[in-house]
């Protein structure tokens, strides 16, 4: 009798495991079979039924933002949409689609609303309206952003490339390059650059003075790939407190994933410290495209992208730590959350609608093992300390101080953080804790400008401390100045610049209006800063002159 008891309970317990394996295959296949339409039944012809219209929703205006609604925002059911307005946009568009205002519209704002359409999934992207007068060509044809760099030696170039060896895929899967015995030549009339991926032209262009040059190809090219080639594999990153994932390009090439975690109103709480900020995407893009206008070119190529998180994430991740946040929410949305510091939980997880998820792409630089980068403390870094003062902050003198100490007491390097300070305090960015240089170029090389997310919280708001390096040393690039006293012009106002280049970007409008002209007011800010040293100190000892006599010719004539 006690073994029949025995056995009747282990059968009980198979029945219950395999009820509890049948309900959670069920649950997992339930999306998809809703997501079927009729049409990928077999045997039916008729017609998809038409897509029920979406809730509207309350219109929502920035306003007060409390520390709830900056956390929980990526759980929302409309995360996903770049902001409130392209909402707005979608909704005009179909009203118009369907021969007028809606009745709650009352037909107003309908050109407004039309002007900007939300963009589906997988459309191509209408070309921009051209500009009357084209202000970013015309800048970028100005005397100050065609100066010659001085001439390239082997030693200026980050790699010296055997230009008789064909780009071969299969040796990018190695860990080496492969060049003995695995050569494979180009046949007659194909230059071997052709052969290269946009991701290696990019790489072997970078030199001592830049990452890429100002009429590169391959970095329009490269953006295209960002947004188009497809993704074969997913991992998240170590390191950092915010979730970000490395996404690997059937051409092999990678890129860093930022996915969005705010919409474009949305501004930081004045009570959140620098160091517990969201990390956003916009602003990693408009970053790339604002250091391209100030001629920097220190930031690598950065695009946004709808990422599907089924199809193009969870379903090419081998990464068993983020394949295992994915979960479906009430709302019947594909959501994630991943591993990191800050923000990785379900009460923060991101959220498509129901799978699709937009988010920046920065392309890669060259691999560690082939091109070492040096990592420098930032000499202006701030304490990441609720109550502590870092020493710049007490010290009026700090500078001189800095100027005794090794990079800085020689070279440019100085100059290059003047270039930072100035970069950063455009964007409102106080999170510049590290930076790093390619250790092939020693110290006489550029400052690469990773890193902006925590750019672009503020439009309402401008962090003078970050301008604090250049109110101290009271340095700076004549070429430097000579490009912000232009972007302080009319005809190349630096918002209506930033507004046309971000146009070109698949998922614009990237920043909201009231960013685009704190730019312009910061700008003001910064040149009365360099004013202010000039008078106390001589235009000779502030402006260090970098251009050779022939461009400070044309520049004066102009």
């Known amino acids: 009798m006690k073994m029949l008891l025995v056995r009747k309970f282990r059968v009980l317990i198979l029945m219950v495991f395999l009820v509890a394996c049948t309900m959670h295959i069920m649950i997992d296949l339930l ?4 997501r079927r339409g009729p049409e990928s039944r077999p045997g039916c012809s008729c017609p998809p039924p038409a ?48 021969g007028g205002a809606g009745p709650a ?4 704002g309908g050109g407004a609303a039309r002007a900007r359409r939300l963009i589906p999934p997988g459309a191509p992207r209408p070309p921009p309206p051209a500009a009357a007068s084209a202000p970013l060509a015309a800048l970028f044809q100005h005397p100050l952003y065609r100066a010659a760099l001085p001439p390239l030696g082997d030693g200026d170039l980050l790699f010296n490339v055997n230009s008789d060896i064909r780009f071969n895929p299969r040796a990018a899967e190695q860990t080496e390059w492969q060049n003995e015995d695995n050569e494979e030549f180009l046949p007659t009339g194909e230059t071997s650059i052709d052969s290269y991926p946009n991701w290696l032209k990019f790489h072997i262009g970078i030199n001592r003075y830049e990452l890429y040059s100002r009429h590169n190809p391959a970095i329009e090219a490269l953006l295209q790939d960002l947004v188009s080639q497809k993704i074969t594999s997913v991992a998240m990153k170590s390191g ?6 490395i996404m690997t390009f059937q051409n092999y090439g990678q890129a860093l994933f930022k996915p969005m975690k705010q919409t474009r109103e949305q501004e930081t709480p004045p009570d959140f410290f620098y160091f517990s900020d969201y990390e956003r995407h916009n602003a990693e893009i408009a970053a790339f495209h604002l250091d391209r206008i100030l001629d920097f070119r220190r930031v690598p ?58 988010g920046s792409l920065a392309a890669f630089l060259p691999d560690l093992s082939l091109a070492k980068r040096k990592t420098w403390r930032n000499p202006w870094r701030r304490s990441y300390h609720k109550r502590k003062k870092a020493e710049w902050e007490v010290d009026p ?42 250790e092939k170029f020693g110290n006489e090389t550029f400052i690469i400008h990773l890193d902006n997310g925590r750019g672009f919280g503020k439009y309402s708001h401008d962090e003078l401390s970050i301008l604090v390096p250049l109110n101290q040393c009271c340095r700076i690039r004549k070429s430097t100045y000579l490009r912000l006293q232009l972007l302080a012009k009319e005809e190349y106002k630096l918002s209506q610049l930033m507004k046309e280049s971000l146009l070109k970007d698949k ?15 910061r700008l003001r800010i910064v040149l009365k800063a360099v004013s202010d040293c000039i008078e106390k100190d001589g235009y000779d000892n502030v402006v260090e002159n970098d251009f050779n006599t022939d461009v400070n010719t044309v520049t004066a004539e102009r």
């Open 31 to 34: 999306p998809r079979l809703e």
């Open 51 to 98: 897509a029920p219209a979406p809730p509207r929703a309350a219109p929502r205006w920035p306003g007060k933002h409390t520390l709830r609604i900056l956390q929980d925002f990526s759980a929302e059911p409309a995360s996903n949409l770049s902001s409130q307005s392209r909402e707005a946009a979608e909704r005009g568009a179909a009203a118009e689609r369907g």
């Open 105 to 108: 519209d009352g037909g107003g």
């Open 240 to 245: 950092g407190t915010q979730l970000k994932l």
């Open 301 to 358: 190529p950065v695009a946004g992208r709808l990422v599907n998180m089924t199809k193009e994430i969870r379903d090419v991740t081998r990464d068993k730590k983020l394949w295992r946040t994915f979960f479906i929410s009430p709302a019947n949305n594909i959501c994630f959350y991943g591993e990191c510091s800050y923000y990785c939980s379900t009460e923060h997880a991101l959220c498509g609608k129901p799978d699709q998820i937009e």
């Open 397 to 438: 003198d700090y500078c001189e101080e800095v100027k005794q100490t090794p990079p800085y007491d020689s070279g440019t390097r100085i100059l290059d953080i003047m270039d930072m300070t100035v970069f950063d305090f455009l964007m409102g960015n106080m999170d510049r804790h590290h930076y790093e240089t390619f």
């Open 507 to 521: 998922i614009a409008p990237i920043l909201y209006e009231p960013h685009l002209e704190a730019m312009d007011r």
